[in-house]
């Protein structure tokens, strides 16, 4: 009779989570409850930030360039792309280059126009995943009857940032990037808006806070999380997993940072030299 193998014979994944800042970590905290035996590294392109502002000739580039370099460093076992800006995009040129398994981060539109009740919904993204064919298609196939608003906001993501680093963001800034999704149609107004950025749900406390009306903010964190787990196998035991490994291409990550709001222990931060040629 054939049996499971022991739970501790199983192999804890090394998994690369990428974003362009700290933005990804909004993903990383639903991954590292679901799979607390992995190995992690976050890994931040802070020197191309913001993504939301660039072309996609110059995104594709940029991200082919940084993964390369990356995954012949890091060896992992799967890829969360934690970046709606990058996923919206470049998911088929990476995986047409690398054999393993990218997960994508991707704006939620199909649960959100499934559950509105006013069949007003909001997507506040970056402007690049706002103008993606990517995201237009979404909207053909599962908008149904749902009429959908695309915010493309420049300063929330940055917002995001400073706010995250202690900086002083004041409710009224915040409030103006959001204004805009908050939609009325006659006697209908938006009752769900789609986090389709990374970096957003690290302001969600301040976001409901200055929201003009509430809503149902949509994170696709927990969907992610559950589709990676399915990819990398069952869960390897382990009661003390790895610290998180860091990389960026600017300054490196500050480390207790990362922990606060990631919540697991970190590394020091390494800095991935987008100077020196790619491996071969
Ligand atoms: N966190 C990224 C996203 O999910 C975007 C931030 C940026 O513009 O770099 O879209």
Same mark, same amino acid.
């Given at each position: 009779?054939?049996?499971?193998?022991?739970? #501790?014979?199983?192999?804890?994944?090394?998994? @690369?989570?990428?974003?362009?800042?700290?933005?990804?970590?909004? +993903?990383?905290? $639903?991954?590292?409850?679901?799979?607390?035996?992995?190995?992690?590294?976050?890994?931040?392109?802070?020197?191309?930030?913001?993504?939301?502002?660039?072309? $996609?000739?110059?995104? +594709?580039?940029?991200?082919?360039?940084?993964?390369?370099?990356?995954?012949?460093?890091?060896?992992?076992?799967?890829?969360?792309?934690?970046?709606?800006?990058?996923? #919206?995009?470049?998911?088929?040129?990476?995986?047409?280059?690398?054999?393993?398994?990218?997960?994508? #981060?991707?704006?939620?539109?199909?649960?959100?126009? $499934?559950?509105? @009740?006013?069949?007003?919904?909001?997507?506040?993204?970056?402007?690049?995943?706002?103008?993606?064919?990517?995201? /237009?298609?979404?909207? /053909?196939?599962?908008?149904?009857?749902?009429?959908?608003?695309?915010?493309?906001?420049?300063?929330?993501?940055?917002?995001?940032?400073?706010?995250?680093?202690?900086?002083?963001?004041?409710?009224?800034?915040?409030?103006?990037?959001?204004?805009?999704?908050? +939609?009325?149609?006659?006697?209908?107004?938006?009752?769900? +808006?789609?986090?389709?950025?990374?970096?957003?749900?690290?302001?969600?406390?301040?976001?409901?806070?200055?929201?003009?009306?509430?809503?149902?903010?949509?994170?696709?964190?927990?969907?992610?999380?559950?589709?990676?787990?399915?990819?990398?196998?069952?869960?390897?035991?382990?009661?003390?997993?790895?610290?998180?490994?860091?990389?960026? #291409?600017?300054?490196?990550?500050?480390?207790?940072?990362?922990?606060?709001?990631?919540?697991?222990?970190?590394?020091?931060? $390494?800095? @991935?030299?987008?100077?020196?040629?790619?491996?071969?």
């Amino acid at each position: 009779m054939s049996s499971l193998p022991p739970a #501790t014979a199983l192999r804890a994944p090394t998994i @690369l989570m990428f974003d362009s800042g700290l933005g990804g970590l909004s +993903v990383f905290r $639903e991954l590292a409850r679901a799979r607390p035996d992995a190995r992690f590294i976050y890994a931040a392109d802070d020197a191309a930030f913001p993504y939301g502002a660039l072309s $996609e000739d110059a995104l +594709v580039a940029r991200v082919m360039a940084v993964m390369d370099r990356l995954i012949a460093r890091t060896a992992p076992d799967a890829v969360v792309v934690s970046c709606n800006t990058a996923s #919206t995009l470049v998911l088929p040129p990476l995986r047409a280059r690398f054999a393993i398994p990218f997960v994508g #981060t991707v704006p939620a539109i199909k649960p959100a126009c $499934e559950s509105s @009740l006013t069949r007003e919904v909001s997507v506040l993204a970056t402007p690049g995943t706002v103008r993606r064919d990517y995201t /237009q298609k979404l909207i /053909q196939d599962f908008a149904g009857d749902c009429h959908v608003t695309l915010v493309g906001s420049t300063r929330l993501a940055p917002l995001a940032e400073a706010a995250m680093r202690g900086e002083e963001v004041s409710n009224a800034e915040i409030a103006a990037e959001i204004a805009p999704a908050f +939609v009325r149609e006659g006697r209908s107004r938006t009752d769900t +808006v789609v986090l389709a950025c990374t970096h957003y749900p690290l302001l969600l406390d301040r976001l409901k806070q200055v929201a003009p009306w509430p809503v149902r903010w949509i994170d696709p964190a927990a969907a992610i999380a559950r589709r990676l787990s399915s990819l990398v196998g069952p869960v390897a035991f382990a009661s003390n997993p790895a610290p998180m490994r860091l990389f960026s #291409t600017g300054r490196p990550l500050d480390a207790a940072l990362v922990e606060r709001i990631g919540g697991r222990r970190s590394r020091s931060g $390494e800095i @991935l030299d987008m100077e020196a040629s790619a491996p071969a």
